[in-house]
């Protein structure tokens, strides 16, 4: 390295040095920001750009996480043009860590694995740009690993991987034990905590959290403070210690706020919302609530939203705002959607699997080169014949042991996939029964009605035979017969409705059955009004000054048609649900002169 470059490093260095230092004041952030782009104008050539790319990454981690992925690919860039593989990994690291936070999780793992691949290889310790005091490039390499395992580890918790989960958080703490690094030590630790508080092991946990602050305090950079107080606070709250847990969520609101730390000022803020849910003061709980909403809206945090949002529609709920609480309740239905679907849940186990088979395949590719220079060697003659025979029959049997194991894998992937496969149809169904949970009060009261008429009607038949008893008795055989003709219709009756009821009985367990997506004949009409019915009564039944007025205009000549009635009749029960509520509300601010009125209607066109 020239002259000149030493003297720019040594001008720069400490520019970075002292952004790095102000970042833990909330007053100096600005401050911070303009030191590190003032450090980036002044750079003169790739290195010192590639380390101001790093350092303006980590800055903008929790402020603005845009900045952050695009300062980490400027730092990607450099470090592959420059083939330094320690700081490449680090930068494909910080990439799959972002790329977490906004929910891609399959690119999150790709970038992950592509970072710990070159870490885990000794030799990328030779091509390391710059160390720490008296830090070793085997040190260096093993805190990249820490990280890059801790990323792993928070990665697979969004996948349910509970063993992957616990694995790579305790081998981020081997390595960061192993360089007596306090920082990584306390995230290794926070994790842990976290994942056995997940478990609800709260005795375990409280110990991993506890452990996290003593490695906190002994670091000196308290940026991870305010994570681990939220953490022992949701342990405090699952022991129903409220006072304690209160009082680790507001100071960590406090410490995060001082430290500019949104991601987890927005935890805290979430976490007191739902305190106050649970002991019942609204008021307070909502302010925390927009609170956290908004500093999640900043930050770009697709989890944070979602808690946010549940926070506001059970916030509505209790203060019987229903519009609020619905419209918050479908922004984190569509906001969990986005980010927790099955198709991504499975595009991470595939791409796991894809890793898998990418390097037996390399495998596979070694072996055959193997075998290509054993069969040149045997031009080279009769004196080298023997060995390169026993080379191919050693070769031959790793190559069947090789194939054994891929057909053994294989096996095992088709078995997971068809696995996952059912789960998604678990989770299909899961929905299906909780809607059906809903329509649980519609239907009592719908069967209600037939059961009401059966119990009438078996009771006047036990009269009408007394009665033709006594006529039998006394002669009157006409009398009799009258009698006989009444409890006649009277059974007819009976079992009209014994059928009504019958058939809100099937459509009830046809509703939470499977669908099995094959289409079959069906009465759209019977199927609407029926849904329409149960809609109403279970409106009512939630609440009781509910009221509307019901009509029906159906087309009798269109038959029974075929569809699949589980699919269609949840279309048709959320349709009718919602045009009650639109009329409710109508009604709400237009109390006189406006009648609510539901009609259902249906009419053949052609074919």
Same mark, same amino acid.
């Given at each position: 390295?020239?002259?000149?470059?030493?003297?720019?490093?040594?001008?720069?260095?400490?520019?970075?040095?002292?952004?790095?230092?102000?970042?833990?004041?909330?007053?100096?952030?600005?401050?911070?920001?303009?030191?590190?782009?003032?450090?980036?104008?002044?750079?003169?050539?790739?290195?010192?750009?590639?380390?101001?790319?790093?350092?303006?990454?980590?800055?903008?981690?929790?402020?603005?996480?845009?900045?952050?992925?695009?300062?980490?690919?400027?730092?990607?860039?450099?470090?592959?043009?420059?083939?330094?593989?320690?700081?490449?990994?680090?930068?494909?690291?910080?990439?799959?860590?972002?790329?977490?936070?906004?929910?891609?999780?399959?690119?999150?793992?790709?970038?992950?694995?592509?970072?710990?691949?070159?870490?885990?290889?000794?030799?990328?310790?030779?091509?390391?740009?710059?160390?720490?005091?008296?830090?070793?490039?085997?040190?260096?390499?093993?805190?990249? %690993? @820490?990280?890059?395992?801790?990323? =792993? *580890?928070?990665? &697979? $918790?969004?996948?349910?991987?509970? +063993?992957?989960? /616990?694995?790579?958080?305790?081998?981020?703490?081997?390595?960061?034990?192993?360089?007596?690094?306090?920082?990584? %030590? @306390?995230?290794?630790?926070?994790? =842990? *905590?976290?994942? &056995? $508080?997940?478990?609800?092991?709260? +005795?375990?946990? /409280?110990?991993?959290?506890?452990?996290?602050?003593?490695?906190?305090?002994?670091?000196?950079?308290?940026?991870?403070?305010?994570?681990?107080?939220?953490?022992? *606070?949701?342990?405090?709250?699952?022991?129903?210690?409220?006072?304690?847990?209160?009082?680790?969520?507001?100071?960590?609101?406090?410490?995060?706020?001082?430290?500019?730390?949104?991601?987890?000022?927005?935890?805290?803020?979430?976490?007191?919302?739902?305190?106050?849910?649970?002991?019942?003061?609204?008021?307070?709980?909502?302010?925390?609530?927009?609170?956290?909403?908004?500093?999640?809206?900043?930050?770009?945090?697709?989890?944070?939203?979602?808690?946010?949002?549940?926070?506001?529609?059970?916030?509505?709920?209790?203060?019987?705002?229903?519009?609020?609480?619905?419209?918050?309740?479908?922004?984190?239905?569509?906001?969990?959607?986005?980010?927790?679907?099955?198709?991504?849940?499975?595009?991470?186990?595939?791409?796991?699997?894809?890793?898998?088979?990418?390097?037996?395949?390399?495998?596979?590719?070694?072996?055959?080169?193997?075998?290509?220079?054993?069969?040149?060697?045997?031009?080279?003659?009769?004196?080298?014949?023997?060995?390169?025979?026993?080379?191919?029959?050693?070769?031959?049997?790793?190559?069947?042991?090789?194939?054994?194991?891929?057909?053994?894998?294989?096996?095992?992937?088709?078995?997971?996939?068809?696995?996952?496969?059912?789960?998604?149809?678990?989770?299909?169904?899961?929905?299906?029964?909780?809607?059906?949970?809903?329509?649980?009060?519609?239907?009592?009261?719908?069967?209600?009605?037939?059961?009401?008429?059966?119990?009438?009607?078996?009771?006047?038949?036990?009269?009408?035979?007394?009665?033709?008893?006594?006529?039998?008795?006394?002669?009157?055989?006409?009398?009799?017969?009258?009698?006989?003709?009444?409890?006649?219709?009277?059974?007819?009756?009976?079992?009209?409705?014994?059928?009504?009821?019958?058939?809100?009985?099937?459509?009830?367990?046809?509703?939470?059955?499977?669908?099995?997506?094959?289409?079959?004949?069906?009465?759209?009409?019977?199927?609407?009004?029926?849904?329409?019915?149960?809609?109403?009564?279970?409106?009512?039944?939630?609440?009781?000054?509910?009221?509307?007025?019901?009509?029906?205009?159906?087309?009798?000549?269109?038959?029974?048609?075929?569809?699949?009635?589980?699919?269609?009749?949840?279309?048709?029960?959320?349709?009718?649900?919602?045009?009650?509520?639109?009329?409710?509300?109508?009604?709400?601010?237009?109390?006189?002169?406006?009648?609510?009125?539901?009609?259902?209607?249906?009419?053949?066109?052609?074919?």
């Amino acid at each position: 390295m020239n002259s000149f470059v030493r003297v720019i490093l040594l001008l720069l260095l400490p520019i970075v040095a002292q952004a790095q230092q102000d970042s833990l004041y909330v007053h100096n952030q600005q401050k911070r920001t303009d030191s590190l782009h003032l450090a980036l104008k002044n750079a003169t050539n790739d290195t010192i750009r590639m380390e101001v790319y790093s350092v303006l990454a980590a800055h903008y981690n929790v402020i603005k996480r845009d900045s952050s992925l695009y300062f980490s690919k400027l730092q990607l860039a450099i470090s592959q043009k420059l083939n330094l593989k320690l700081d490449e990994a680090n930068a494909l690291n910080a990439i799959g860590y972002i790329n977490r936070i906004y929910g891609n999780y399959p690119l999150s793992l790709q970038f992950s694995l592509r970072a710990l691949k070159i870490a885990e290889d000794p030799e990328s310790e030779k091509s390391v740009w710059r160390l720490a005091k008296d830090e070793t490039p085997r040190e260096a390499r093993l805190k990249v %690993l @820490a990280f890059i395992h801790f990323s =792993l *580890g928070l990665l &697979y $918790s969004w996948s349910g991987d509970i +063993d992957k989960q /616990l694995f790579h958080y305790r081998e981020s703490e081997k390595f960061a034990y192993e360089i007596n690094d306090y920082g990584l %030590l @306390a995230g290794a630790n926070l994790t =842990l *905590g976290t994942t &056995y $508080s997940n478990m609800n092991r709260l +005795d375990s946990a /409280l110990i991993f959290e506890f452990k996290a602050l003593e490695y906190n305090a002994k670091d000196g950079f308290n940026r991870t403070r305010g994570r681990i107080l939220n953490a022992i *606070g949701i342990i405090q709250l699952k022991k129903r210690n409220y006072a304690l847990a209160k009082q680790y969520f507001t100071e960590s609101a406090q410490v995060s706020q001082k430290q500019y730390n949104l991601q987890a000022l927005g935890d805290a803020w979430v976490h007191l919302a739902n305190l106050f849910i649970d002991t019942g003061k609204t008021d307070s709980s909502l302010w925390y609530a927009k609170n956290a909403l908004t500093t999640f809206q900043s930050i770009g945090s697709p989890d944070g939203l979602i808690r946010a949002y549940n926070s506001l529609s059970s916030i509505y709920r209790l203060q019987k705002n229903i519009d609020s609480a619905f419209r918050y309740q479908g922004l984190a239905m569509a906001a969990k959607d986005s980010l927790n679907s099955a198709v991504r849940i499975t595009q991470l186990q595939n791409i796991r699997f894809d890793e898998q088979i990418r390097l037996r395949e390399l495998e596979e590719e070694k072996i055959q080169i193997q075998n290509n220079i054993r069969t040149y060697s045997l031009l080279a003659g009769i004196s080298v014949l023997m060995l390169i025979a026993f080379l191919l029959f050693r070769n031959n049997r790793v190559s069947k042991k090789a194939n054994s194991q891929l057909k053994k894998q294989k096996e095992e992937l088709q078995t997971t996939l068809h696995e996952l496969k059912n789960t998604q149809t678990q989770l299909i169904q899961s929905e299906k029964m909780a809607s059906l949970g809903e329509l649980t009060a519609g239907i009592a009261h719908e069967i209600q009605n037939p059961l009401n008429f059966v119990n009438n009607f078996s009771e006047l038949n036990t009269e009408l035979i007394e009665e033709m008893k006594t006529e039998l008795k006394a002669g009157n055989t006409e009398d009799a017969f009258t009698i006989a003709n009444d409890i006649s219709d009277n059974e007819l009756k009976i079992n009209h409705h014994g059928k009504r009821a019958d058939a809100i009985v099937k459509g009830m367990l046809q509703h939470s059955r499977s669908s099995s997506g094959l289409k079959e004949p069906t009465n759209i009409n019977a199927l609407a009004d029926e849904y329409l019915r149960l809609a109403y009564h279970g409106l009512r039944a939630k609440d009781k000054i509910f009221n509307a007025t019901m009509t029906t205009d159906f087309d009798e000549s269109i038959g029974n048609i075929n569809i699949i009635p589980q699919d269609i009749g949840r279309v048709i029960l959320n349709l009718i649900t919602n045009a009650f509520y639109a009329v409710t509300e109508k009604k709400k601010q237009r109390p006189e002169g406006y009648e609510p009125i539901v009609s259902v209607s249906t009419k053949k066109f052609g074919d």
